[in-house]
């Protein structure tokens, strides 16, 4: 599954949630920190592993 990286424009807190990519087109998540729903998702790197040599 899916883990989003979010900002809350409230308090600051960045923070990171696991959601289906169902759940992400919808709502977005609560601030685990103050509880607002004002919060922006964030660009994150990913990584990749494929069994092929490069």
Do not use: I, N, W
Request: glycine share 6%; net charge negative.
């Amino acid at each position: 599954m899916p883990v989003y990286e979010y900002h809350c424009a409230s308090c600051g807190e960045d923070f990171t949630h696991v959601e289906t990519m169902r759940e992400h087109e919808g709502a977005h998540p609560q601030c685990p920190k103050c509880g607002s729903t004002q919060v922006e998702q964030r660009l994150s790197a990913f990584f990749a592993k494929t069994s092929r040599k490069s």
